[in-house]
């Protein structure tokens, strides 16, 4: 009587390379995770200083700052293609005009920003901080108020952020 013998993986094995390729593919997906962050907060920085250069060039050509940054005020006079938005919830970036005091129906300057989701970003070095509207200078008329510039926070209410990246002409 001959014996045979069937090949093949016995129950066993197939669970322990099923486990293995589970916590492959955890780890995988939470550093996915991370780079994702990273780049959602890439993107928001860009637009910001994107939408920054718009408020420049809107600048040069009225001699202020628009009261809401929209597509009638920086989209239909070529200063910028879209309103970015931001890449989770779509909602705009925090803007507030400033205007001097003496005058405040003409804005001679702005707060910008956007809360970012990631702690510790490089760029929170180098932006504005700014918590209050400046010495001598009040939000324009018919404008926004003002938001949080800390970076230790989030730009408004509702962000989804951790950090605060602001910016000012």
């Not at 293995?20 to 780049?39: H, M, T, Y």
């Not at 200063?79 to 001097?100: F, G, M, Q």
Request: proline share 5%; glycine share 8%.
């Amino acid at each position: 009587m001959a014996k045979s013998y069937k090949r093949g993986f016995t129950l066993i094995e197939l669970l322990v390379v099923i486990a293995i390729i589970g916590i492959l593919s955890s780890v995988v997906l939470a550093s996915l995770n991370s780079a994702r962050k990273k780049g959602r907060d890439a993107r928001r920085i860009a637009d910001v200083k994107q939408l920054q250069l718009a408020l420049e060039l809107y600048y040069d050509a009225f001699g202020e700052y628009p009261l809401v940054v929209s597509t009638t005020t920086v989209v239909s006079n070529g200063y910028i293609s879209t309103v970015p938005k931001d890449p989770t919830n779509t909602v705009d970036y925090p803007y507030s005009p400033w205007a001097a005091s003496t005058s405040a129906d003409i804005c001679s300057g702005y707060h910008l920003g956007t809360s970012l989701e990631t702690t510790g970003h490089a760029s929170l070095n180098s932006d504005a901080d700014i918590l209050t509207t400046p010495t001598g200078t009040s939000v324009c008329t018919g404008g926004n108020p003002d938001f949080s510039g800390d970076d230790g926070a989030k730009c408004a209410t509702g962000d989804a952020g951790v950090a605060c990246f602001d910016v000012k002409p």
